[in-house]
């Protein structure tokens, strides 16, 4: 198996190196022969894996990183999913990084920072992550109008993972001007990404309660101006459905009197946290 994986991952580079001797390959050899060495264990030939190997070094030539890249060729690899059929997937994947590129340098050019190397790239992968759920170019720039007249602008982090929450609202049945005006308001009050993503995460949750009028998007979004996060904004609304359902109005909140009590007098119900995670799936 070993002079297999050796035979195969030269097989791969003198490929690569035919069709781009000259420009640097963008993919670490520790990924090329990680992949080499899962494609030799399913039994693929190593000129489907220089297919693949070179549609991720052609987008890192455009600037798309190539880890994510590497990891869904892997994973696909892992699952025993043939080369040919993992092909598309990775230049749509690589095709979504390019719009997340082309989307920050516009917001940046309204003034949304670009930060370190490492946010940016977290950046990438959060605003590409939405474009593959749906957001679209005009969304993103939705969001950026919301923020323009902010005195403080979003890192582009925070910004990214904004689209990304948007994306998950609009999967909950909010539409893109209501999804842009409560992530745009979060942004405002500096919501971190990983709240963003909780802030979608609780809306898409409590989609009927906002689809029937139990809970309104007015009342969500003044309760984002007061500076709530996810877990206080919809903890009313939680204890209101555990208790019947019918103290809670149309502001967001339930009657603090009819709150049940446990055995020892108490509160009896908290915050739902059994959600966990951080990226609204």
Do not use: C
Request: charged content about 35%; hydrophobic content about 30%; glycine content about 12%.
């Amino acid at each position: 198996m070993t002079r297999i994986i050796l035979i195969l991952t030269a097989a791969v580079t003198i490929g690569i190196m035919g069709h781009r001797s000259a420009s640097a390959e963008a993919l670490s050899l520790q990924d090329r022969e990680e992949i080499t060495r899962l494609s030799a264990s399913k039994g693929y030939s190593g000129s489907d894996i220089t297919a693949l190997i070179d549609e991720v070094n052609k987008a890192g030539e455009r600037g798309v990183p190539p880890e994510p890249l590497a990891n869904k060729i892997k994973e696909g690899l892992a699952k025993g999913v043939e080369p040919k059929r993992i092909e598309p997937v990775i230049r749509q994947m690589a095709g979504h990084f390019e719009n997340a590129q082309e989307s920050l340098k516009e917001a940046g050019a309204r003034g949304i920072a670009d930060l370190t190397t490492g946010n940016r790239q977290r950046a990438l992968e959060a605003l590409a992550e939405a474009f593959a759920r749906g957001t679209t170019t005009e969304d993103v720039r939705e969001i950026s109008r919301v923020v323009q007249e902010s005195k403080q602008k979003p890192p582009q982090e925070a910004f990214a993972s904004g689209a990304k929450s948007l994306a998950v609202m609009k999967e909950a049945g909010i539409s893109v001007k209501d999804g842009s005006a409560l992530v745009g308001e979060a942004l405002r009050q500096g919501f971190r990404a990983g709240e963003l993503v909780d802030l979608a995460r609780e809306i898409r949750k409590h989609g009927r309660d906002v689809q029937e009028g139990r809970v309104s998007l007015q009342s969500i979004r003044e309760s984002i101006s007061r500076g709530d996060r996810a877990d206080r904004i919809f903890r009313d609304s939680d204890r209101g459905s555990r208790g019947g359902g019918d103290r809670i109005d149309r502001g967001g909140g339930a009657d603090r009197g009819d709150r049940p009590r446990d055995e020892h007098g108490g509160r009896s119900d908290r915050p739902d946290r059994s959600h966990g995670g951080r990226d609204g799936r």
